[in-house]
């Protein structure tokens, strides 16, 4: 195995990418998973791999959102949970929400090995210790967390095939989701179906990015850090929240690249 200098310019993202190698060979991604981590890579390098102001903002506006809503989830695809999932976890067990696999390539067999590597995430974020201004049980806020979409007894109204099924306790009833790397189609549905969608996309040109309620142009798995630290934070929601200013606002620091370095 190759080992990573502790000061590689590039180690986060080599590990990153090593992450996505390993759960590759153990069947937990889809085939097309690589591809569209490199594209993500790609956005990143252009935003300076870094969570820009306008990334931090949404990302505050999802918490108070997940925060205020009746019945939150976590929709957790195959890269997802590799590169953010103890963190959404750790997010869940805050707001106590429940996390959905919500997987675009669908097999049984993804979904099983997905489940497990789940609930092991699970067991692992339980010993922790608090995180920092948390305060309460934290073994039993993280046990209480569900992992849901093995169930498959509901449905993304306006769908069809395998990806409208989901599960009634999780995407079917929920008022907001959070659904990083998200398809362009399911997001539109979920936004008609009424609900607040908040979506994760380094692309903020992505059809995904364009119709959500609130754009993430962010890394899953530092906004997942940064999530936490606002959930427990606790901030207040903003009804006004321009989403098309906000992707306006990444595509500037996209464009501004050179003249940023
Ligand atoms: O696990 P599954 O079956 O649900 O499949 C997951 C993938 C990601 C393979 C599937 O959803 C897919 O093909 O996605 P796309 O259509 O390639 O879109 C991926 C989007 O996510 C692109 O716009 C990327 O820029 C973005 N992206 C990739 N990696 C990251 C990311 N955004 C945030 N953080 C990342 N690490």
Redesign the pocket.
């Known amino acids: 195995m190759v080992k990573i200098p502790k000061v590689h310019p590039r180690r986060k993202s080599l590990i990153?990418r090593k992450a996505i190698v390993d759960a590759t060979k153990q069947g937990l991604?889809?085939d097309?998973?690589m591809?569209?981590?490199g594209?993500?890579?790609?956005?990143?390098y252009l935003l300076g791999e870094k969570t820009s102001e306008i990334a931090k903002l949404s990302i505050k506006e999802s918490a108070a959102r997940l925060i205020s809503a009746k019945h939150p989830v976590i929709s957790v695809?195959?890269?997802?949970a590799v590169?953010?999932g103890k963190s959404l976890i750790r997010v869940a067990a805050v707001i106590q929400c429940p996390i959905e696999i919500?997987?675009?390539?669908?097999t049984e067999k993804?979904m099983d090995l997905l489940h497990d590597y789940l609930e092991s995430q699970k067991l692992e974020v339980s010993k922790e210790d608090n995180p920092i201004n948390w305060h309460g049980d934290w073994e039993s806020a993280v046990m209480a967390v569900k992992i849901l979409g093995k169930e498959e007894d509901g449905k993304i109204e306006g769908l069809e095939g395998p990806r409208a099924i989901c599960s009634a306790e999780g995407i079917e009833r929920a008022d907001v989701i959070l659904v990083?790397?998200?398809?362009?189609d399911r997001c539109e549905v979920l936004v008609s179906l009424g609900k607040n969608v908040l979506v994760?996309?380094?692309?903020p040109l992505?059809r995904?990015?364009k119709m959500a309620t609130v754009t993430i142009v962010?890394?899953?798995?530092r906004?997942a850090e940064l999530l936490l630290q606002y959930v427990i934070e606790n901030p207040s929601d903003n009804t006004e929240w321009n989403n098309d200013l906000a992707l306006k606002e990444s595509l500037e620091i996209i464009s501004n690249y050179y003249v940023n370095q």
């Open positions: 990153s991604l889809a097309s998973a591809i569209a981590h594209r993500g890579e790609a956005f990143d695809n195959g890269n997802t590169l953010a919500n997987i675009y390539y669908r993804r990083p790397l998200e398809d362009g994760v996309d380094l692309n992505s995904s990015a962010d890394e899953v798995s906004m």
